[in-house]
């Protein structure tokens, strides 16, 4: 008799602290379901001003756009951005990336605008821009005194232009142009010239070999020269 009753004593010993344990689990359950449910009243409480600020906006906003965009477009719009919720990620992916590739040039391209800056007050300092605007009036000048058949003539004859130029620029040709104008512009000419004093200056052989490069591009201009029909 003594050993069942032990062992009946035992068993009920352990229901009880089984149940006592459920007992506890259940309160602790109830404790942490009444924690949350005050959690998300208190949540909410601050929740439902902002959301009806938000919805009280929204419906000013969109008071103002009802005569140009419908309910149905706003709601495309919605779907379309959902739908395409990865594509926008990526793209603000790219944003951060470009952002910071921006923040690690950012001194390289200060220096770079340092530079630049520098170097166009150099050519301000030497004039670049005043001779630029200048150039400007000149060009102005050319285009307002040329027709459209002047520019299609200067197309057709631009190669013989240029190796006119060619030639005008050599060495010997620029050499005899500046001793004339140093000539003419320094040396006076006497008011009287005898016969005597011009058959003597033609003795001189600078005189000469001058005398005979006028008369040949006198003979080389006249063998260009159109002829002129007879009368």
Do not use: C
């Not at 003594?2 to 602290?17: F, M, P, R, S």
């Not at 109830?30 to 449910?37: G, L, N, P, Q």
């Not at 300092?125 to 040329?146: C, P």
């Amino acid at each position: 008799m003594t050993t069942a009753t032990d062992t009946t004593i035992a068993e009920l010993n352990d229901k009880i602290d089984r149940l006592t344990a459920q007992v506890e689990f259940l309160a602790d359950e109830a404790i942490a379901a009444r924690r949350r449910r005050q959690e998300w009243e208190e949540l909410k409480a601050d929740v439902t001003p902002l959301f009806g600020e938000m919805y009280s906006y929204a419906a000013r906003e969109l008071a103002e756009v009802e005569h140009d965009v419908s309910i149905e477009q706003i709601a495309h719009l919605l779907k379309r951005l959902i739908r395409n919720a990865g594509t926008l990620e990526a793209l603000l992916d790219q944003l951060d990336s470009a952002s910071d590739l921006i923040s690690t040039l950012s001194p390289l391209t200060g220096d770079a605008v340092y530079k630049l800056m520098e170097v166009l007050n150099d050519f301000e300092q030497r004039g670049y821009f005043a001779f630029a605007k200048g150039s400007l009036g000149v060009i102005d000048n050319v285009v307002t005194s040329f027709t459209t058949d002047d520019v299609n003539a200067l197309g057709d004859n631009v190669v013989l232009i240029l190796q006119a130029v060619r030639e005008m620029t050599q060495p010997e040709v620029m050499t005899m142009l500046r001793n004339t104008a140093t000539t003419v512009r320094e040396q006076e000419v006497p008011e009287e010239i005898s016969l005597f004093g011009l058959i003597k200056q033609m003795r001189d052989p600078a005189v000469k070999r001058g005398l005979a490069r006028a008369l040949s591009a006198l003979r080389s201009v006249s063998g260009d020269l159109p002829k002129q029909p007879e009368q």
